[in-house]
């Protein structure tokens, strides 16, 4: 009987999919994402986080490993394979991108805009087996309109600058960061895209004020403007995958009909559909 290891990774976390043609069962590590961590990093995640997991069969066990994830793209992708194969060197290993993972999971074999709203964002104009068009996300720096990473980022400058003194008070003493910790966390420290991502709950929770939901929507019509209009196909439905596009439904339904784009399934993520 064949075990199968399907893998979908985002810069936070990696979800794997274990499956024996009967029963199937997760387990989750950090993210891995070859164009931001080196070689040794993501060795020591499959090695220290997954193959020790308690529910992990003997990795001899494995014979297919289906890898989807961020930042494996053509130039960092065999890295990754080098470091999976190394690991299971019995098994096929096949390592592509989230965005075509997300895209077979909402789609099947049909055509579509797919699109990913997590840390990170990014979208695909995806013909039914293959994706024939990609506008690039550019990073969280340069664009990912509508992710984590770019949301927390709006949400910590208009705070700040904003004027907004009573909501600054809230926000310090409901996750005990100051402007100070802010600084260290987004200049100092290592993956600030997870930093800023990580503020989405409490964007969530505040989301009620006007001046925060404004935000919200402006993000996700960014990425409508910046992104899937590019496609130039607006008789095509768009699908998301993503706990950003997941939690803030309502506001991204909202943006797209503003932006005049069809909104088809939002799944958190890929592996359950």
Same mark, same amino acid.
């Given at each position: ?22 029963? =199937? ?51 960092? =992708? ?93 926000? %310090?003493? %409901? ?99």
């Amino acid at each position: 009987m064949m075990m199968t290891l399907t893998a979908d990774s985002g810069s936070t976390k990696t979800t794997w999919l274990l499956s024996d043609g009967n029963i =199937s069962w997760t387990l989750t590590t950090q993210g891995i994402n070859p164009f931001h961590q080196q070689y040794d990093v993501m060795s020591r995640i499959i090695n220290h986080e997954l193959l020790t997991h308690s529910d992990f069969p003997d990795k001899a066990h494995i014979d297919e490993i289906y890898f989807y994830g961020a930042g494996c793209t053509k130039d960092k =992708s065999p890295i990754l394979k080098s470091i999976l194969q190394e690991t299971f060197p019995h098994a096929h290993i096949e390592v592509d991108s989230d965005m075509l993972g997300a895209a077979r999971a909402l789609f099947g074999d049909k055509p579509g805009i797919a699109c990913i709203l997590g840390t990170g964002a990014n979208s695909c104009l995806y013909d039914g087996r293959d994706i024939v068009s990609n506008v690039s996300p550019m990073g969280y720096i340069l664009g990912d309109e509508g992710s984590g990473a770019m949301m927390g980022r709006t949400f910590v400058n208009l705070l700040y600058k904003g004027g907004h003194h009573d909501d600054i008070k809230d926000f %310090e003493h %409901e996750t005990g960061l100051t402007q100070a910790d802010i600084i260290q966390k987004v200049y100092r420290e290592p993956m600030p895209n997870r930093f800023l991502a990580s503020l989405a709950p409490y964007i969530k929770s505040i989301s009620d004020k006007p001046w925060v939901k404004e935000m919200i929507t402006d993000c996700f019509g960014l990425f409508f403007r910046h992104n899937v209009r590019h496609y130039n196909r607006p008789d095509l439905c768009c699908s998301f995958v993503g706990s950003i596009a997941y939690y803030f439904e309502d506001d991204l339904r909202e943006a797209a009909k503003k932006e005049g784009s069809l909104i088809g399934k939002i799944m958190k993520e890929p592996l359950n559909s």
